[in-house]
């Protein structure tokens, strides 16, 4: 159930920030970078759960509109560290009214109480499934996240 509803959101998120030129693959690189920027791909590739090609993919179509530029991190050459430019920091007000539009509308006719609890459950499925993946000494790098 979680996968179909989380399948139903992508697609419509995605048809919302179409217009705005933002593939869904290059909205989870932006949405890290609107939280945090200036960290590397791999870095990116860890927050977002999506693997590594994905992203190098997404951040190529990103620097080719001059939303994001890559530059040497300071002290390793072998990596690039990416900065959104002003046109990417743009996109992060009209993208997240998007994403807030996909929640209401997903949620309306829902409870506040349901919400919440429903909130709760998946946070502590979360929290258990973290702290397994910290006693086997995983660094969860590989689970998707959402959106």
């Known amino acids: 159930m ?4 989380n ?7 995605g048809k919302r920030i179409a217009p705005l ?6 909205w989870y690189v932006l949405r890290v970078l609107w939280i945090q920027d200036g ?3 791999s870095e990116i590739s860890q927050r977002t759960g999506v693997a590594a090609p994905t992203v190098v993919s997404a951040l190529r179509s990103l620097t080719d509109q001059k939303y994001v530029v ?3 991190h300071p002290t390793d050459h072998r990596k690039n560290i990416i900065f959104l430019t002003k046109s990417g920091r743009q996109l ?7 994403a807030r539009a996909v929640n209401e509308f997903s949620l309306s006719g829902v409870s506040r109480e349901d919400v919440e609890t429903c909130m ?3 946070l502590a499925a979360r929290s258990r499934f973290e702290c397994d993946e910290m006693a086997d000494g995983r660094d969860g790098a590989d689970a998707q996240t959402g959106t």
């Open 2 to 5: 979680i996968r179909d509803v």
């Open 7 to 13: 399948r139903f959101f992508q697609r419509e998120l």
């Open 21 to 26: 030129g933002v593939t869904l693959g290059q």
């Open 39 to 41: 960290i590397s791909q």
């Open 70 to 72: 890559r530059d040497k």
């Open 92 to 98: 992060e007000s009209a993208c997240l009214a998007q």
């Open 120 to 122: 709760r459950v998946l």
